[in-house]
């Protein structure tokens, strides 16, 4: 079955700390993967995707991801946290090119102390 | 260029009323799904419409429906409102395939809280 799997249901770190939230998948080929943030009460803003070619993708706002096919894995980092920040992370998956159906993962909680 | 916009913001029903909830498309998009995320969960693929037709359902019942409109725009309907329909629900939109993305642009969404 099509899944993703967000292991850490909170993580906090401090301003200035490096971060990486954790996303495995679960598909019998190559997904397009994505990773969204969302500010409390607002919708998902796109941060990065990974399609094919260049395992290792740059996203906004400083965050990158690397696409790891042995390990089933797309992991989030960012070298250096900032207080803005937090908010809840979600790594998505379209199983079918097109279709636009995403399978999302329960979410990541980031909390940034000062 | 607009983005994806949903109103209303925030709603408060009763079990057994009837609900729309409206979406505008970005600018250009085709393509427009629906998803429920509930309280600390990821969002659910509700359906998705493509040129006025339902193109793809996830596991909802019958009583969450939905049409798309000739500028794209969309409308969710849920009848017979249950508890747990309690949620924010997204909307999102994508272009036409084969411009070179598989990516969709989510709205702000509409909180639902049913009483």
């Known amino acids: 079955a099509q899944s993703v799997t967000q292991p850490d249901i909170h993580i906090t770190v401090s301003e200035g700390a490096s971060l990486e939230l954790r996303c495995n998948y679960s598909y019998g080929a190559t997904p397009y993967l994505f990773w969204y943030v969302q500010s409390p009460g607002q919708g998902l803003q796109l941060l990065l995707k990974y399609f094919s070619g260049d395992t290792l993708v740059q996203g906004i706002k400083g965050f990158e991801a690397e696409f790891k096919r042995s390990q089933s894995s797309f992991n989030l980092r960012k070298p250096s946290v900032h207080w803005s920040d937090a908010a809840e992370y979600f790594c998505?998956?379209?199983?079918?090119?097109?279709?636009?159906?995403?399978?999302f993962g329960t979410g990541t909680r980031l909390k940034v102390l000062a | 260029e607009t983005g994806v916009t949903q109103s209303p913001t925030h709603l408060i029903k009763t079990r057994g009323q009837q609900v729309t909830l409206r979406c505008s498309s970005q600018s250009g998009h085709n393509t427009v799904s629906w998803y429920q995320q509930a309280l600390g969960q990821g969002p659910q693929f509700i359906f998705q419409?493509?040129?006025?037709?339902?193109?793809g359902r996830g596991n909802f019942p019958p009583r969450f429906s939905g049409l798309q409109f000739p500028n794209y725009s969309s409308e969710l309907n849920v009848n017979a409102l249950e508890l747990d329909d309690s949620a924010l629900y997204l909307c999102?939109?994508?272009?036409?395939?084969?411009?070179?993305?598989?990516?969709?642009?989510f709205g702000p969404g509409t909180r639902l809280t049913v009483l």
């Open positions: 999102a939109s994508s272009p036409p395939q084969g411009q070179g993305t598989d990516t969709q642009y």
């Open positions: 998505a998956l379209n199983p079918t090119s097109g279709t636009y159906k995403y399978i």
């Open positions: 419409y493509y040129r006025e037709e339902e193109n």
